[in-house]
């Protein structure tokens, strides 16, 4: 079963864009509160933005607000993440799973990004 296929990360110049999709898979995506998490060199893996299963925003990061936005795609089984003006402190290898940890699943491998002028 494979759960997380992230992709769309990168290197990109400090007020860049991205934008990450996860595919997930080998569940009944549809019915569950997903999330981005992202984890820094040196740094415990964080959550940095939640949606609910209908697509109603749950949260987003203090670090990230205003400038990240996270959607989702039920037909898809797709999650996104919309990065906009990236600092060179968003840079870490990016992870989405379900909100809630006691639901949680086995990590996919994440998609790096790297903002660095």
């Known amino acids: 079963q494979v759960y997380f296929a992230e992709s769309g990360g990168g290197l990109v110049q400090p007020g860049g864009s991205l934008r990450l999709s996860c595919a997930a898979s080998g569940f009944s995506f549809r019915n569950y509160d997903m999330s981005w998490y992202r984890q820094a060199p040196g740094k415990e893996r964080a959550m940095v933005a939640a949606?609910?299963?209908?697509?109603?925003?749950?949260n987003y990061g203090d670090s990230v607000k205003g400038r990240f936005a996270i959607s989702r795609d039920n037909a898809k089984n797709t999650v996104y993440l919309q990065m906009n003006s990236l600092k060179p402190e968003d840079t870490a290898v990016y992870y989405c799973?379900?909100?809630?940890?006691?639901?949680?699943?086995?990590w996919g491998q994440g998609t790096q990004v790297t903002v660095s002028s």
């Open positions: 949606i609910t299963r209908n697509g109603d925003i749950i």
């Open positions: 799973n379900t909100y809630l940890v006691k639901w949680q699943l086995p």
